[in-house]
């Protein structure tokens, strides 16, 4: 068998193997089913956000102060999927937040990272293994920036 046959075997058991634990496996299902029953299909972006992000990016320079405001607005997540109840035993858990995070973006029908992280690249492999084939990578170096006008 080639290299690429091993690696190739190698990454099919672990996909295959994959599984989190029975409550975050059915949080992740119930967000899924909650994205799906507001039209169907879903994209995951996946931005690598922090919270400082953008005051580091200087993509408001430029804007006036009615266009960085409307900017940070459009930063702030508007679509809550998990209530309050089903996040508060995971505040404090990074890892299982995490897996959720990697969960929601498995089964969405477009992946869009604009980071090429492990995570990032996790979730576009087992996309992959399970046959899902859109998955968006923007060019970072001409979108490095968003100016609305």
């Not at 900017?71 to 109840?85: C, K, V």
């Not at 970072?140 to 100016?147: A, K």
Request: include cysteine.
């Amino acid at each position: 068998m080639t290299s690429f046959g091993i690696q190739r075997l190698r990454c099919r058991a672990l996909y295959h193997a994959l599984r989190f634990s029975t409550p975050i496996e059915d949080l992740g299902k119930k967000l899924v089913e909650r994205l799906r029953s507001r039209g169907g299909k879903y994209i995951a972006l996946h931005l690598r956000y922090e919270k400082d992000m953008l005051s580091f990016t200087g993509c408001t320079y430029g804007l006036t102060d009615a266009e960085a405001e409307e900017l940070r607005i459009m930063s702030t997540p508007q679509d809550i999927i998990a209530t309050p109840g089903e996040l508060k035993g995971l505040a404090n858990h990074a890892s299982q937040t995490a897996a959720l995070d990697y969960i929601i973006p498995v089964e969405s029908d477009v992946f869009v990272s604009s980071y090429s992280g492990n995570m990032a690249r996790a979730v576009e492999g087992h996309r992959r293994f399970l046959g899902h084939r859109k998955t968006i990578t923007p060019d970072r170096y001409f979108s490095s920036c968003l100016i609305l006008k």
